[in-house]
């Protein structure tokens, strides 16, 4: 058995481990690459109104307009910066349909190779809870990626002005939620971060509002990858399996998503981290977070008595919450579970199986996007070598 014990919180979210085995030690390295603006939920106290360490790149604003010129998109607003580049929103000249297009650099070997798999991944889906990735190219020094517009920002920040949801509300988004993992999945494509703040929201007038499953920086396909063993995602989500994973046998990144799914309703409920204590509040950063992945990997977590809940949603947390991904209980038992059926809209479980007939008709071809990507990564090398000839 190992012990895991944080030494220190690194740049780009690397978490530094020792692990101590029969009284050896040895170093080792796994990293949670930050590829959001920011990562919320490692850092926090255990309320989600509690003062918060963000780690947070400032919002500079491009110096030239990437969009000039362009002759499908033109620029309508800076939206923000981080450690990735920068995202804009956009018009469709044409269309006049609002487009959020993410500006990222691919410097390495390793960027290229990661920015192909991501792009495939996603750009597969068509799903009214996935947010769509409608096509890439080649800006400069940048790689362009263009998705579908989403106003009214993330879970997290409606969790937080809410103060919690009512467990009727919180039900209807786990639906949609796992409905929308469900169809990745059977897609083949595991998402692997899966929490409030990657996932967003869309207010209708008069109608209930929709959550769209978004980022899919870290996610595996079960048939065009390699088996999931790397530690990534946000450590207040992590599932127990990835924490303990060894290079070897990796795990199941499916049902990695269910744990983190799991976690997703606990807080939409109770607005806390399961795995956070208030007590916590006293401790370094890099403490907190070691005490919540040991948590994490016993399982140490209370169902609190306010608000209160019915028993059939403390039944369904408590069997999703579960260690062992063989006794955890699947997607496909999550939708048969009488908490999960209440009020869920005729139709919504055969929705999928015909969703998955349905092809993407404007996914760009394999050959195309790796062609931005290689030019984006080419120009990216240009720009750094004539900076560095002109220090």
């Known amino acids: 058995m190992c012990t ?20 050896n030690s040895r170093k080792k390295e796994n990293s949670f690459p930050r590829r959001a603006f920011y990562i919320r939920g490692t850092n926090q106290s255990t309320s989600l109104f509690g003062p918060l360490t963000t780690i947070e790149m400032p919002a500079k604003e491009p110096d030239h307009d990437p969009l000039s010129g362009h002759p499908i998109y033109e620029k309508v607003k800076f939206i923000n910066s981080g450690s ?13 349909e609002h487009v959020a297009i993410k500006f990222v650099e ?40 263009v998705m579908e517009y989403v106003p009214n920002g993330d879970m997290f920040n409606h969790v937080v002005s809410r103060r919690g949801l009512p467990e ?16 990745c999945h059977r897609k083949g494509v595991c998402n692997r971060d899966i929490k409030l703040e990657n996932t967003l929201l869309v207010l209708q007038k008069d109608k209930k509002p929709l959550l769209k499953m978004c980022d899919f920086g870290y996610a595996k396909h079960d048939q065009l990858d390699s088996i999931a063993h790397s530690k990534v995602g946000t450590p207040g989500y992590t599932a127990p399996e990835v924490i303990e994973s060894k290079d070897a046998t990796g795990y199941d990144g499916k049902m990695a998503d269910v ?28 403490e907190r977070t070691n005490k919540v992945l040991m948590r994490i990997l016993k399982v140490d977590y209370v169902i ?10 403390k039944d369904i947390l408590q069997k999703i919450l ?41 996914m760009q071809a394999a050959d195309v996007i790796d062609d931005h990507i290689m030019r984006a990564f080419k120009a990216r090398r240009a720009q750094k070598e004539q900076e560095r000839a002109h220090r």
């Open 304 to 313: 609190p008595e306010r608000p209160a809940i019915s028993s059939d949603a």
């Open 259 to 286: 744990w983190s799914a799991g976690v997703m309703l606990y807080t939409m409920l109770f607005a806390r981290y399961p795995f956070e204590r208030p007590e916590d509040k006293a401790l370094k950063p890099h």
């Open 106 to 145: 691919v410097n390495t070997e390793k960027d290229l190779k990661h920015s192909q798999r991501e792009i495939m991944n996603h750009m597969q889906l068509l799903h009214p809870h996935v947010v769509q990735l409608k096509e890439v190219f080649a800006a400069g020094p940048y790689l362009a990626i």
């Open 168 to 183: 009727a509300e919180a039900r209807w988004f786990f639906q949609q939620l796992v409905l929308g993992m469900d169809y």
């Open 4 to 23: 895991y014990v944080l030494l220190s919180y690194c740049d780009y979210g690397t978490f530094l481990f020792y692990y101590i085995h029969a009284g």
């Open 84 to 96: 990735f580049g920068y995202v804009i929103l956009a018009r469709n000249k044409a269309t006049k």
């Open 322 to 362: 579960v260690k062992d991904p063989s006794e955890r209980l699947s997607l496909s038992q999550i939708q048969h579970h009488p908490w999960f059926q209440t009020n869920l809209p005729q139709g919504s479980l055969e929705y999928n199986t015909w969703a998955l007939q349905v092809p993407n008709p404007g």
